[in-house]
C-alpha cells in the first residue's frame, strides 16, 4: 500500500435513461476529504453516486482512479471502496453481525480482525447492543446506520455515501459525522445530503448537482 | 474453498434454516410418497406398467420415490429457492464490491445444494420407514432404496439449483421468464423421455435427466406402456417384478447420471461470467414504432382542482381499478384485445380458451404479486376498504376478464345451445384468478401462482376442452 493521496476523477461523465439526460458531461477531481452533493431531490445525485461506486456504468465519458482510467482500473477501486447507497435490499433474515461479516468477505477481509472492526463501528453507530438482533427487526434508522458501518469496513480510500443521516435524530446524525470527519483524513469521502448541519464546517468541498451539470455552491447551502 | 464462497454460502443456509418455508420443503416429499407409493397387493400406484403394478422391493421403492421427487418435488423446489428469502439479495452492495461474480454464484448454489441434498437424504429416511410398514422387514434393504433415489433424483435436483442460479444472473431471467423457462425445462424434461424409445446405454440415459426411465424399463420389452400418476390399472392383473437394479448397474446409467451432476456443476461457472448488474429502473430506450405502448407524457395539472371526494359506489369503484390494474399496459390490453377477436374465427376449447388463460395468468399474477407485497398491504390495511374487499373485487374482475376475453366463444356456443364455453370460461376465470391471490396472499409473492398457474394451464391446454 503506498501512501500517496487517492484520486478519483471523472471525464466528460454523461448518464442517460431512456432520453432523459441526468448527468450531461460532468468533469471534476476529487481528493483526500469530504466533498458535499447537495441539489433538489431528483437531481442526479444518487446517479452521480452510483457511477462513482462502479454500481452503473457512464453512458459516456470515463472515470480515472489513481490515474488509471476505468473500466481497467475497476476491481482496483473496488478493493478501496466503501458504498452506502440511499436503499439496499438487505437480507432480513441475518443479524447485523452477520450481514456485516458477509460484506467483509466480499470485500476480502480477515475474518477476525472484521469481525473485530465491525464491533468497534457497529458501537460507533450505537448499534453495539443490537449487533445480533434480525435485521428483520430494525427500524428505518437502524437500517440506515448498518448500511453505513458496512461501507466503513476495511480501511476504504473512497467513500460514496448515499444520505447516511437522513432519517436519524442529532445524535445519531453527530455520531455518523464524526466517523466520516474521521474517514476523510486520509480517504476522498463524498456524501450526498439535503441538511446543511454539523458537516458543512468541515467539508472540503460543497457542489451542486442540477440540471446535470455539477457546480461548486456555498459552504452551508442547503437544497 | 474461497472466502467469499463460503460466506456466501453460510448466509445463504442460515437465512434458509431461518425460514418456515424449509420445513415444509423438507416434509413434501416424505409425505408425498406416503400417498403416492403403493404396497403390495394394491390397486393403484404412481407408476404402471402396461396396467400392472409394480411388486414392491427396494430398489422399485427407491425408484418410486425418485419419480414423486422428480414430477412433484422439482418445481416446488425451484419455486423454494427463488422465493423472497434468497431473492432478496442485497446486490446494492454486493455488486460493487470486489467479490467474484463466480465465488458468489458457487457460494450460493452449495447452498442450494446442501438444502436439496437435505430433502433428499429426508425422503430417504421416509422411505427406508415405509419399506419397512409396507414390505416384510428381511427384504427391506436401506442401501439399495438409498442408492437407487440418490442415483435418479440428485442430477435433476443439482440442475434445479444450478438454472435458479443462472436464471439469477440476468436480468430477463430473474422475472416471470425464468419461470416460463424453467416450466418448460421441467416439461420438457419428462416429456422428452416418456416419448423416447427406452434404449438402454450411455446415450439413452443422457436423454433421461429425470433417470428413473432406464431402472424402470430395464428388461421390459419395448412395447411395454408406462403411465405416471393415476394410469389404468387392469384389474386382477398381476403384479409385475421390475429389474430395477439390472437398469441402474446397466453400462452407461451411473456414467450418465455422473455426468449430469458435473454439467449441473459447471453451470455456476457459466453464471459467474454472464453475470449482469441489476438495474435501478428502466434503462432501454423504447423503439419508435412501439413508442404507442409508453405511458406518454404526463397531462399538466388544473390549478383549479378541487379536493376528491368519495365516490358515489366504492365497490364499484373498486371493480373498475381492479380490472385496469389487472389488464394493466398497453402490451397486456391488446394482446387480450387480439384474443378476444380471434375467438370470432378460431375454436374456444383448443385455442382461444388456452390463450385466454395464459395472458390472465401472466397478468393476475403480475397484479396479485404487487398487491399482497408487505409494505404496501400494511398501507391499504389503513383504507377504506379492507383487503378482502379488494381480493373479492379482484377474483370477480379476473372472471370478468376471462369472460370478456371468450365472449365470442361463449356466443357462438350459446346460439347452437352449448353452455360449455360459459361455464368454462367463468371456471377459467374465478379458478385462475382466486389461485392467483390466494396463493400471492400465502407467499408475498407472483413467483408462487405463477409457477402453479403455468402447470395447471399445462394441463388445460392438454385436456383441450375435455375428451
Ligand atoms: N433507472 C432509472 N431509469 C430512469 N430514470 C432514472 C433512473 N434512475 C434515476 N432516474 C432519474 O434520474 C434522475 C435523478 O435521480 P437520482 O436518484 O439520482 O436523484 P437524487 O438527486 O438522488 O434525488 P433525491 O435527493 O430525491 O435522492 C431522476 O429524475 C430520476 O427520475
Ligand atoms: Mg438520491
Redesign the interface.
Known amino acids: 500500500m503506498t501512501d500517496t493521496s487517492p484520486t478519483l476523477r471523472l471525464e466528460g461523465v454523461t448518464r442517460r435513461y431512456g432520453r432523459k439526460v441526468v448527468l450531461d458531461g460532468i468533469s471534476h477531481s476529487f481528493t483526500k476529504g469530504l466533498t458535499l452533493l447537495t441539489g433538489p431531490s431528483g437531481a442526479g445525485k444518487s446517479t452521480l453516486l452510483r457511477l462513482i461506486a462502479t454500481a452503473e456504468k457512464p453512458t459516456a465519458g470515463r472515470l480515472h482512479w489513481n490515474g488509471e482510467p476505468l473500466p481497467a482500473a475497476r476491481s482496483a477501486l473496488r478493493r478501496e471502496l466503501g458504498y452506502a447507497p440511499q436503499a439496499v435490499e438487505l437480507p432480513m433474515e441475518l443479524t447485523a453481525r452477520e450481514f456485516g461479516l458477509h460484506m467483509a468477505a466480499l470485500k476480502g477481509l480477515r475474518a477476525n480482525e472484521a469481525d473485530a472492526q465491525f464491533r468497534l463501528l457497529l458501537e460507533g453507530v450505537g448499534l453495539a447492543a443490537d449487533a445480533n438482533g434480525r435485521i428483520a427487526t430494525y427500524s428505518g434508522g437502524m437500517r440506515r446506520r448498518l448500511i453505513f458501518a458496512q461501507a466503513l469496513l476495511g480501511a476504504p480510500r473512497l467513500l460514496a455515501l448515499d444520505e447516511p443521516t437522513a432519517e436519524l435524530d442529532s445524535e445519531s446524525r453527530e455520531r455518523i459525522h464524526a466517523l466520516i470527519n474521521r474517514a476523510a483524513q486520509s480517504a476522498i469521502v463524498i456524501m450526498t445530503t439535503h441538511l446543511s448541519d454539523g458537516v458543512a464546517a468541515a467539508a472540503t468541498a460543497v457542489l451542486r448537482v442540477e440540471a446535470g451539470a455539477l457546480t461548486p455552491a456555498r459552504a452551508g447551502l442547503a437544497a | 474453498m474461497s472466502?467469499?464462497a463460503?460466506?456466501?454460502a453460510?448466509?445463504s443456509l442460515?437465512?434458509y434454516g431461518?425460514?418456515a418455508g424449509l420445513w415444509i420443503l423438507l416434509l413434501v416429499a416424505p409425505v408425498a410418497a406416503r400417498f403416492m407409493i403403493a404396497g403390495r397387493g394394491a390397486h393403484n400406484s404412481v407408476i404402471s406398467v402396461s396396467g400392472q403394478v409394480p411388486w414392491l422391493t427396494s430398489p422399485v421403492l427407491g425408484m418410486e420415490l425418485g419419480v414423486v421427487i422428480a414430477t412433484l418435488l422439482l418445481p416446488l423446489a425451484f419455486i423454494y429457492l427463488r422465493s423472497n428469502?434468497t431473492r432478496?439479495?442485497?446486490?446494492?452492495?454486493?455488486?460493487?464490491?470486489?467479490?467474484s461474480r463466480i465465488a458468489?454464484a458457487y457460494g450460493r448454489w452449495l447452498a442450494d445444494l446442501a438444502l436439496l441434498a437435505g430433502v433428499l437424504a429426508a425422503t430417504t429416511v421416509a422411505g427406508v420407514f415405509l419399506a419397512m410398514l409396507m414390505m416384510p422387514l428381511r427384504e427391506v434393504d436401506p442401501l439399495w432404496i438409498t442408492l437407487t433415489l440418490w442415483a435418479i433424483a440428485a442430477p435433476p435436483l443439482a440442475m434445479v439449483a444450478s438454472l435458479r442460479i443462472l436464471f439469477d444472473a440476468r436480468r430477463w431471467t430473474r422475472g416471470a421468464l425464468g419461470e416460463v423457462l424453467f416450466f418448460v425445462f421441467w416439461m420438457g424434461s419428462l416429456v422428452l423421455v416418456m416419448a423416447g424409445d427406452h434404449a438402454q446405454g450411455y446415450a439413452a440415459a443422457m436423454a433421461d435427466l429425470d433417470g428413473f426411465m432406464s431402472p424402470l424399463a430395464h428388461g421390459l420389452h419395448g412395447d411395454s406402456n408406462f403411465t405416471i400418476g393415476g394410469g389404468e390399472i387392469t384389474a386382477g392383473a398381476p403384479a409385475i417384478h421390475l429389474d430395477v437394479i439390472g437398469g441402474v448397474l446397466n453400462d452407461g446409467y451411473l456414467a450418465a447420471r455422473l455426468t449430469w451432476l458435473a454439467i449441473a456443476a459447471l453451470v455456476p461457472l457459466a453464471a459467474g461470467l454472464v453475470h449482469l448488474?441489476h438495474?435501478?429502473?428502466?434503462?432501454?430506450?423504447?423503439p419508435g414504432w412501439l413508442k404507442f405502448l409508453e405511458p406518454g407524457a404526463a397531462k399538466p395539472a388544473d390549478p383549479k382542482a378541487r379536493e376528491a371526494r368519495p365516490g358515489a359506489l366504492p365497490w364499484l369503484t373498486l371493480l373498475a381499478c381492479e380490472i385496469r390494474l389487472i389488464a394493466s399496459g398497453r402490451l397486456t390490453r391488446l394482446a387480450m384485445l387480439a384474443v378476444a377477436i380471434a375467438g370470432w374465427f378460431l375454436p374456444y376449447a383448443k385455442a382461444t380458451g388456452p390463450a385466454a388463460m395464459l395472458l390472465l395468468v401472466f397478468a393476475a399474477t403480475a397484479h396479485a404479486g404487487r398487491t399482497e407485497q408487505g409494505g404496501l398491504l400494511a398501507l391499504t390495511r389503513t383504507g377504506f376498504l379492507s383487503p378482502w374487499a379488494r381480493r373479492i373485487a379482484f377474483v370477480a374482475a379476473g372472471t370478468l376478464l376471462a369472460l370478456a376475453m371468450s365472449g365470442a366463444g361463449i356466443g357462438h356456443a350459446l346460439m347452437a345451445g352449448d353452455t360449455a364455453p360459459l361455464i368454462q370460461a367463468l371456471a377459467m376465470g374465478a379458478g385462475t384468478s382466486l389461485a392467483a391471490i390466494t396463493l400471492a396472499a400465502l407467499t408475498r409473492g407472483a413467483t408462487t401462482p405463477r409457477l402453479v398457474l403455468l402447470i395447471a394451464w399445462y394441463f388445460y391446454l392438454s385436456w383441450g376442452g375435455g375428451p
Open positions: 472466502a467469499v463460503l460466506s456466501c453460510r448466509t442460515t437465512r431461518r425460514s428469502i432478496r439479495q442485497p446486490w446494492q452492495v454486493e455488486e460493487p464490491s470486489p467479490g458468489i448488474p438495474v435501478v429502473g428502466k434503462t432501454r430506450k423504447t
